[in-house]
């Protein structure tokens, strides 16, 4: 339909959406009542916490403004940060570039091409310190958004960074990523098994928490990655579903290996989207507190509160954003903000009006953090704890959604888990499914996207500020890696690297976090490392 | 005109792994009669040219979501024209492209570049006139 005769259409007929259905197919009632809803809940902080894990919620401590960051050198991602600092941000979401979360120095032939573009370009222990030049580890909390096994060197190297600068690490706040499946664009199959032994993949994830929950009490030791799963196009019940098989399946290898599962619960996090669906997203979150809180109690026999405790950052979903009339994307990402907040969520990236056209500019990203801050600060929403609950809608949803994600988490679980799943191909087949979905839903106005396929302006022309690179940024990069090669003492690497291949071939079942570090300390490289792993499992990659 | 049969190799480059666009444009090309040759991810443009002269390809399509469109058009086009094969495989660019950028893929020699938001009869359309041109 042009823009014309919908104008016409609205005008003869009145304007109305096409459906009632929520983005997950669930049918919103025309009108909820006691009728639908009548229970009692619990305060916040009481269990099941559908109402929230703290008491005072916001009140005491608002959520965390944690932009993603990371572009080009770690010198730029280094500046970007203290600029996100200075406009209010309040935690670090570091961010690699694909060829450091791939385990790929930047002098890789293939890796060239996408240095420093989606994140920072880091190699060697150099790299991080550069990067985290006049921040305070033990100040500011860091997510470290990297996976396994190449999050054993990050968080390796971090360590390390703290150790230079007298940090206790007891005194270290943040989080690795650490998701072994679903960082690399969400559970695509070919992407987690291309560049690493699958087998050995999980196995250093789980060295990663295991060496990390004594040593670092405060640090959090995985953030299972709901969000990328979300952001291929499953619905809310298909990312609450397999996220939550997915760090079940994580609990289960921490007790085969004699963990107590109060010794680590506490420490594992969600990383989850918020989409457009506002009441639907809200219901989800409040879903999965209940959820996790129930799973731990019931199934895995947690006795500590704290280990009930669903904690999630979110990031506002980039697909309900348009390249088309980007401004729009302000008031969609805020909505999505709000959403979040009235979920009562721990820290919170507000995606860029500019993310359908390029990495945010400094100017998105503090409009990003300004967002937050309005809501924070000006709307009142903070005041009161869980200010949806209670509400016929948002409780007769929650529970709804509830049981269909518990529906859904029996059959992976009959399956055999969430990790078994994906290695037989049927979350790929769920994934694609869902995309095909999605596309089909725009395409037919089903899902009603506005400067998209509603009220679209075939003429529009607004003009953005885009966000560009440094000219020679790669070009630096892969320099740089060149020369740190060959400009060291060659014989501790080599030592080093050895131990690493002999450790892989003969010995798979040490902890290979230590042996990393001692790497490190050798002076040898992101991609030497991950190849004397490789050489050592057998293992090629694509070149 | 006839476009069925018509072979487009469809990939991406480097390590982008973005590859939703490219899952639903592949369907959307074989709805629309194309046989489309997926190439996946993690290809080199050697990788992709090879696969297009061995699959006898009409058209390379690529996906890019990283901002690497440029650094790779330039390699493709290149491995292409050192081939000779410049002028009998289309190139077809798709992805985050700002619109800045889909004038330079031009001049270099991409024959069409599609951006997000894409509606797919618009998209079909645009490929099909890349094969009529050639009528």
Known sequence: ?543 | MEFKGKRIVLGKLGLDGHDTGMKIVARWLFEAGYEVLYAGLYNSPQRIVQMAIEEAADAIGISSLEFEHLYYANKLLEELHAKSLGDRIKVIFGGVIPKDDVQKLKQLGVNAVFTPGTRKDILIQGINDLFASTF
């Open chain 1, 1 to 543: 339909m042009s823009a014309s005769e919908e104008i016409a259409t609205i005008y003869l007929e009145g304007e109305r959406v096409p459906h009632f259905r929520s983005l997950s197919g669930n049918e919103y009632k025309r009108i909820y009542t006691q009728a639908d809803w009548s229970d009692e809940l619990s305060d916040a902080a009481q269990y099941p916490f559908t109402r929230g894990i703290h008491t005072d919620m916001y009140r005491k401590r608002l959520w965390t403004r944690r932009q993603q960051s990371g572009y080009g050198t770690p010198e730029e991602s280094n500046e970007r940060i203290k600029y996100l600092l200075r406009v209010g941000q309040t935690g670090i979401n570091m961010d690699c570039d694909t060829g450091t979360k791939l385990g790929l120095d930047p002098d890789y032939p293939l890796a060239q091409g996408d240095v420093g573009l989606q994140g920072t370009s880091l190699c060697t222990y150099e790299d991080m310190r550069t990067l985290y030049r006049d921040i305070a580890l033990d100040k500011v909390s860091s997510t470290l958004i990297i996976q396994p096994p190449f999050s054993a060197l990050i968080m390796a190297w971090y360590l390390l960074l703290a150790k230079e600068r007298g940090i206790p690490w007891e005194n270290l706040i943040g989080t690795i990523m650490n998701c072994a499946i679903t960082q690399l664009v969400g559970p695509t199959y070919q992407s987690n098994m291309a560049f690493f032994p699958f087998n050995l993949t999980l196995k250093t994830g789980l060295d990663v928490m295991e060496y990390m929950i004594p040593r670092v009490p405060r640090w959090n030791i995985v953030n299972i990655n709901a969000y990328n799963i979300r952001e291929t196009g499953v619905n809310a019940i298909q990312e609450a579903a397999f996220a939550m098989t997915l760090a079940a399946d994580y609990m289960k290898a921490l007790i085969k290996r004699g963990h107590d599962v109060d010794s680590f619960a506490p420490r594992m996090a969600f990383f989850c989207a918020a989409h457009i669906d506002l009441f639907e997203e809200v219901a989800k979150l409040r879903a999965m507190r209940r959820i996790w809180a129930r799973m731990l109690k019931e199934r895995f026999r947690a006795k500590h509160q704290k280990s009930m405790w669903f904690r999630a950052a979110i990031q506002t979903s980039a697909l309900p954003l348009t390249a088309q009339e980007p401004l729009n994307n302000i008031v969609r990402a805020t909505i999505q903000t709000l959403a979040a907040v009235l979920a009562g969520t721990q820290s919170i990236h507000t995606t860029g009006y500019d993310e359908a056209h390029s990495l945010p500019t400094e100017e998105s990203q503090r409009l990003s953090i300004r967002t937050q801050q309005i809501i924070a600060y000006e709307t009142k929403v903070v005041n009161s704890v869980d200010p949806l609950g209670g509400s016929y809608l948002i409780e007769s949803l929650t529970d709804r959604i509830e049981e269909q994600i518990w529906e859904l988490m029996k059959i992976i679980e009959e399956k055999g888990g969430f990790i078994q799943c994906y290695e037989d191909g049927w979350i790929e087949e769920q994934v694609n499914e869902a995309r095909y979905m999605m596309a089909d839903e725009i395409e037919s106005g089903q899902r009603p996207v506005i400067g998209l396929n509603m009220f679209r302006d075939e003429d529009e022309k607004t003009d953005i500020e885009i966000f560009r690179y440094a000219q020679d940024m790669q070009a630096r990069r892969i320099r740089y890696a060149q020369d740190y090669k060959k400009n060291r003492n060659q014989e501790p690497v080599k030592r080093a690297l050895d131990k690493l291949y002999e450790l892989t071939k003969h010995k798979p079942e040490v902890n290979f976090v230590e042996p990393i570090m001692e790497a490190v300390e050798s002076k040898a490289t992101l991609q030497e490392i991950f190849d004397a792993m490789r050489r050592g499992a057998d293992f090629t990659i694509p070149s």
